[in-house]
């Protein structure tokens, strides 16, 4: 599921939410309170202080690899660097 966060006086939370919601893209927008508030909330989710904040919460590996397919994601092969940093 894609979660917004943002606040209705943010214009690139508003384009965020109109692709989203275009494109039937299922998704939860979280308005931050105002202030200081807000800022602080979105900082400590994000860990940074700005909006519109997007993420996505994958459910298991399988809803990744189907979101990848349909998406027609084509894998490439890991460089040795790569694959050294996974370890």
Do not use: Q
Request: aromatic share 6%.
């Amino acid at each position: 599921m894609v979660i917004v966060l943002g606040a209705d006086w943010c214009k690139g939370c508003r384009f965020i939410r109109e692709k989203l919601i275009k494109n039937d893209i299922d998704h939860k927008y979280v308005r931050l309170p105002p202030g200081k508030d807000g800022w602080d909330m979105v900082e400590m989710l994000t860990g940074k202080r700005s909006v519109p904040a997007v993420m996505y919460k994958f459910g298991s590996p399988v809803e990744l690899n189907s979101l990848l397919d349909d998406a027609g994601a084509i894998e490439r092969e890991l460089t040795e660097e790569e694959l050294d940093e996974l370890d």
